[in-house]
């Protein structure tokens, strides 16, 4: 089980990549509905804190626990199942299939976990709309604006109902209104849902909307709340 | 802020009371902390006395008398010359927070530990005003955002700090 209430949790995490060290022995936890920034300087271990706790990439040792799955324990197949099913990504590029409709884009998770084509446009198009980029809908990423195309990809992350959304410098392409929109958007949905938002940025008015943060450094977290290293 | 200024600005839309002056200035400016009525009033004789004001007219009532002040030719003058000059910048030399930072370093202690405790404070502030924002009026987020771009600016430095400190401790130790 995860430490109490929480939702996903990780122990001890170790990760080098060559002779260099990722992560250090890292604990972390968030709670259903939590909204968690990870702060730190580049080359920090934020995004591989964030991949590990996301199943992408494995660490050396320690521990993910998603409620009673242990995330490291499983196989490739397994991990990707469950971020299908479970995880939500928002990328500091939105990575939308330039091929696809934005439609086509938001309703392309739903797809993966077997929702009919009608019902998962009808529910894209509801999250395109809350996401206010209902005018995108028949428009290819590449025929919107950078903001437009965030705001996509914040509606395709939580168009599936993911119980974890993992947000990677989200508004880090935008200027100063897009990011602030996109922030109280994801933000506001995420809780709606109760989803939980781990939030890797380097930008402190995007840590704002967080109701915590955790800091980075050299491979070691600090957890601001426990004050511990 | 130039509380004088201002109410006289606000005065050069039309006459008004003192009463409707606070309230008007309280509505733009005052949210967090509303004007006295004792400051309007003060200020108002400073006006009058250096004939930036003239009453307009008194009214008899149950309570005091109630004046109606209007902005002079003098007065829009003021205004006009006060809007055009540009406010001194800040320079932002005098830093506490550095201060502690050497101190910190001289004395041996952790100045890390004193660069994240100040983020958080900084954080804790920043949240209350993005929600603050999140709530409020078109007003209540260009006051809120002027704030979260100062603290950010002190943030950015507190990292650069960080990342700068054993650079630091060697300048100071030697």
Known sequence: MTPAGSLLAAEGLHKAFGRTTALDGVDFSIHPGEV?????????????????????????????????????????????????????????????????TCLENVALPLRLNGVKRKEAQRHAREWLERLEVEDTAGSRPGEVSGGQGQRVAVARALAARPRVIFADEPTGALDSLNGERVMTLLTDAAR?????????????????????????????????????L | MSIGHTLLGLLESGPRHGYDLKRAFDEHFGHDRPLHYGQVYSTMSRLLKNGLVEVDG????????????????AGVTDVAQWLARPEKPEPYLQSTLYTKVVLA?????????????????????????????????LADQLICDHALFHLEADLRWLELTAARLDKLAAVIGS
Do not use: W
């Open chain 1, 36 to 100: 968690v920034a990870v702060l730190g300087p580049s080359g920090s271990g934020k995004s591989t804190l964030l991949h590990c706790l996301a199943g992408i990439v494995l660490p050396d040792s320690g521990t993910v626990r998603y409620g009673d799955h242990d995330v490291t324990g499983m196989n490739d197949a397994q991990r990707s199942a469950l971020r299908r099913s479970d995880f939500g990504f928002v990328f500091q590029f939105g990575q939308l299939v330039p091929e696809l």
């Open chain 1, 192 to 228: 709606d849902t109760n989803a939980a938002v781990v939030l890797v940025t380097h930008e402190a008015r995007v840590a704002a909307y967080s109701d915590r943060e955790i800091v980075v450094r050299d491979g070691k977290v600090k957890d601001m709340l426990a004050g511990l």
């Open chain 2, 58 to 73: 008194v009214e008899a009532g149950a309570g005091p008398e109630r004046k109606r002040y209007a902005i002079t030719d």
């Open chain 2, 105 to 137: 370093l001289l004395t041996g202690r952790d100045a890390a530990e004193l660069l994240d405790t100040q983020r958080t404070e900084h954080l804790r502030l920043m949240r209350g005003l993005t929600e603050r924002k999140r709530k409020g009026d």
